[in-house]
């Protein structure tokens, strides 16, 4: 797991953005693992600049969103679906029919999400996992407790990431109880991860997740078994880290060629 603490999530969105790039133009036809929360906004908005003032092309490239609610219906503006394709998706040239996301309208939710994770497999798996990470530790919407080998499947949101999400709500009573998540086998699987998490607010679960024990309680200390596992903090998401000095010391002399 590499730990890189930036100056601001502006900073963040261009190192996380400078991997996909590279990752694009090296494999056009990338895929990309999308998630939604502001944590990767700076990224996308990256991303769209590049496209637009860069000619960084999406056009052969595969989006696989993490995780919906269940119960919004199809369209409505805060199902994951549509915060994708409208922070990131409209705004390059991926192709719409590329874009896919587990279906939380499904009758057969059970079905649905085991043709999510063969249509995953059948796209090559996941090249590069875009992350940001809960309150309590939760990556997707792999919530405490969620077991290290889950995959897509549907799962009962915490009061507290209900709260967390309200925000983006008219009032907590219509963020949904359900949701549809990737597993955390299933995340694992990608072969990068990069997780975003800025603000104090996310200093306690990232001081968890990164020095704490790999643990179910803390669904993304899972990512300590991955082996390219890249954390992307802010001061504030750093401040509760033991060894942020080490962190500090290591990226400044890493070699430039090296990358994230
Ligand atoms: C939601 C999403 C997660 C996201 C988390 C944090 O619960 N399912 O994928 O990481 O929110 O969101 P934010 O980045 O807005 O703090």
């Known amino acids: ?5 930036l100056p601001s999530s502006k900073e963040i969105g ?14 056009p036809n990338a895929v990309l693992g999308l998630a939604t929360g502001s944590s990767p906004l700076p990224i996308y908005d990256e991303l769209a600049r590049r496209h637009d003032e860069d000619g960084l092309s999406f056009a052969e490239a595969h989006g696989f969103a993490l995780d919906e609610y269940v119960g919004l219906p199809l369209g409505h503006y805060e199902s994951y679906r549509e915060v994708i394709r409208r922070e990131f998706t409209n705004r390059v040239d991926i ?8 279906d939380g309208t499904a009758g057969d939710i059970l079905g649905a999400c085991a043709a999510y994770e063969a249509a995953i497999k059948a796209a090559g798996g996941v090249d590069l996992q875009i992350l940001g990470v809960g309150t309590d530790g939760h990556i997707g919407f792999n919530e405490p407790g969620s077991s290290l080998a889950s995959r897509t499947r549907i799962k009962t949101l915490l009061e507290q990431t209900r709260q967390d999400n309200a925000r983006f709500f008219s009032s907590i009573n219509d963020v949904p109880h359900h949701v549809v998540t990737q597993g955390l086998g299933t995340i694992m699987d990608a072969k990068h991860v990069v997780l975003v998490a800025t603000g104090v607010g996310k200093a306690a679960a990232v001081r968890d997740f990164v020095e704490g024990p790999v643990a179910a309680i803390c669904a993304a200390s899972v990512l300590q078994l991955h082996p390219h596992a890249t954390i992307l903090v802010d001061e504030a998401a750093a401040s509760e880290l033991k060894l942020a000095d080490y962190y500090r010391h290591t990226y400044t002399n890493k070699p430039a060629w090296q990358g994230i």
């Open 95 to 102: 192709k719409p029919e590329n874009v896919h996301g587990p």
């Open 1 to 5: 797991m590499e730990v890189v603490i």
């Open 14 to 27: 261009a190192l996380a953005a400078d991997a996909i790039e590279a990752l694009v133009r090296r494999k």
